[in-house]
Every structure is written in C-alpha cells, then in structure tokens.
C-alpha cells in the first residue's frame, strides 16, 4: 500500500476529502519526526509504539575488499508493535 493508497482509504473510511486525509496524514507523520528527534517515544494503543535506540559503535567488514572498518554509533527509529496488532495480523 503506498501513502496515496493509505489517503484514499481514509479519505473513504472517514468520509472526508482525500485532501483533508492527506493533511492529517502528513501531519501525523510530522509529529512522529518531531517526537523522536527529541528522543522521546509515542505509543499508539492497538498499534504500537514508535521509540529510538542507541547502537553502539562496532567493528564490520567492507564486504568489497574485506578489510576490517569502524561502524560509528548511531542512533535509529525503532517500532514495536502492539498486542492487538500482532493478534489482529495472527488471525489473517
């Protein structure tokens, strides 16, 4: 499903414009940006929660010519998925 297919079902599941359903659409998306970049998390019951993690730095291998190299610490969105959504996708 892309982004327009998730506005259209919006849009006709809630009985507003495709624009109104974008909006909000958008204006979710932008809020969870803006949530994690400050490094707090948002949880959404029956769907789950949006969080950040702290990897450490590691060592890896460049798999082009073998050598040995440095992966700098980072920080990456995580997503855990809420109780109903794992039942709700088990039933399929």
Do not use: C, Q
């Amino acid at each position: 499903m892309t982004k327009a297919d998730l506005v259209a079902r919006i849009a006709e599941d809630t009985a507003i414009s495709k624009k109104s359903a974008a909006l909000a659409l958008d204006a979710l998306v932008k809020v969870i940006h803006d949530v994690l970049k400050a490094g707090d998390k948002i949880r959404i019951s029956d769907l789950g929660t949006f969080s950040v993690v702290k990897r450490k730095a590691r060592k890896g291998v460049n798999p082009r010519t073998g050598k040995p190299l440095k992966i700098p610490a980072t920080t990456a969105p995580k997503f855990s998925a809420a109780k109903a959504l794992k039942d709700s996708v088990k039933k399929k």
